[in-house]
């Protein structure tokens, strides 16, 4: 006799109703299941470099695994890793950060996910820019914080500004948070503008800057992108700049990211790890040392490819008429203005009133996929990626203006 007690599932805590399943893993799954049912689909959503891991990053690993480096490493990194991280930052920023001011985890996502858990007592505020990278906001609450966002407009090429940032610090502000270059908007920090958001934060001691620079080393200006660090060196202690080698070298399966910042805050992350990963992959920080040493070849490279695409997929949404691009400064997403189709209807009579139901749209009358704007906390608009072939590229743009084309307006 089966007793209904014994198949009871533990019920989920009340932490779990304040965070969802990331749009961009959900978005991913749909994608997949696409495809496996052999309809033809248009991934205008790949959050990650189409290229394959640099064979020296790969070679690395493997004499990793042949030399015996597969066991338990220090849960902020082996000493190998931080040296390569210390030189990266130095060339980068031009400070050199000591051995317990360096954090390394599984991903900067996880990184990003433990500073807030380290340092957010309930109701602590987080300044969160929009659109902002779909994962901060939940990443707050479940830490028992509050996200506060600041729309950013496109006159100020979706980027905070001083008054905005003053306007938004209360006396419950913790954290705020600078992505740059940016996702979903390719929008990148200059220093006079880094500057200017400095200013307001020394003023306020109480405020840090968590920096998320994952995309810096895709850029198509000046190079390096300037962080917060450098024009604010005194506040060192109060930036957290976040990084990894997901992105550069085409390494988002490795799960190696990391963090520099106040070596209290290093350490409190290091306890959280010790207490749930352990450590980040042995054999992976092994790979994310030779990425980081290995030169620029690789990064170079990709960037030239990516530049193409990008303007490829810039000039062709911004000829179909209702859509505005803006062309990203860095990372490989375009975000567009869709806000012109908004009350078109389709051709089956049914009027769009939601970015989502215009991703839906396109979707159904072209297999483009783009993820809705709504997502990144910025409605009437649609992030699509470039990180795929030209081709792709190509004929996505074509579904996209014959989609739209399809819309009475
Ligand atoms: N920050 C931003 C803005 C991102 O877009 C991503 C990846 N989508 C991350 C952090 C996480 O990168 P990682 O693979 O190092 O966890």
């Known amino acids: 006799m089966t007793n209904p007690t014994t198949l009871r599932a533990p019920a989920p805590a009340e932490r779990m109703s304040r965070v969802k399943e990331s749009p961009s893993s959900r978005v991913a799954d749909r994608v997949r299941e696409f495809q496996a049912a052999g309809r033809k689909v248009l991934p205008l959503t790949i959050g990650e470099p189409d290229f394959d891991t640099p064979d020296h990053v790969k070679e690395a690993a493997i004499a990793a695994i042949r030399a015996g480096e597969t066991k338990y490493t220090s849960a902020n990194g082996t000493p190998a890793l931080q040296k390569a991280i210390t030189a990266r930052l130095l060339r980068k920023t031009g400070q050199s950060y000591a051995g317990d001011e360096i954090c390394v985890g599984g991903g900067a996502k996880q ?24 994962s901060y906001p939940d990443m707050v609450t479940v830490n028992g914080g509050r996200p506060v966002t600041v729309a950013t ?23 705020v948070v600078l992505n740059t270059p940016n996702n979903p908007t390719g929008a990148v920090y200059s220093e006079s503008e880094l500057r200017g958001l400095t200013d307001v934060v020394r ?38 700049l976040v990084n990894g080698v997901s992105k550069a070298y085409a390494m988002t399966g490795w799960r190696i990211g990391y963090g520099a910042g106040a070596a209290g805050l290093c350490a409190a992350i290091g306890t959280l790890q010790s207490q749930s990963s352990s450590c980040p992959s042995s054999v992976s920080q092994a790979a994310a040392v030779a990425a980081l040493d ?45 806000s012109a189709l908004m009350g078109s209807v389709t051709p089956s009579g049914k009027r769009i009133t939601t970015d989502a139901e215009l991703a839906e749209h396109f979707l159904d009358t072209s297999g483009v996929v783009v993820i ?14 470039f990180a795929l072939s030209s081709e792709i590229i ?14 009475r307006r």
């Open 372 to 385: 809705s704007g709504d997502s990144y906390g910025c409605p009437g608009h649609f992030r699509a990626s």
């Open 111 to 134: 990184l990003i996910f433990l500073a807030f858990m380290a340092t957010l007592d309930e109701g602590d505020e987080v300044i969160v820019p929009a659109p902002y990278w779909v």
């Open 203 to 240: 003023a306020h001691p109480h405020v840090s800057i968590l920096c998320d620079e994952i995309y810096d080393e895709i850029n198509y200006g000046a190079r390096p992108v300037p962080s917060a660090v450098t024009v604010a060196p005194d506040l060192r202690r109060r930036i957290f």
């Open 294 to 338: 290995g030169g620029r070849e690789f990064i170079d490279r990709t960037v030239g490819i990516y530049t193409e695409r990008r303007d490829l997929l810039v000039s062709g949404l911004a000829a179909i008429d209702g859509l505005r691009p803006t062309a990203p400064e860095g990372g490989f997403y375009v975000w567009v203005d869709a």
């Open 153 to 175: 407009t496109a006159d100020e090429g979706y980027k905070l500004t001083p008054d905005q940032l003053r306007e938004a610090i209360t006396d419950r502000t913790t954290w």
């Open 394 to 407: 190509g004929e996505a743009v074509a579904g996209l203006a014959r989609s739209v084309e399809l819309l």
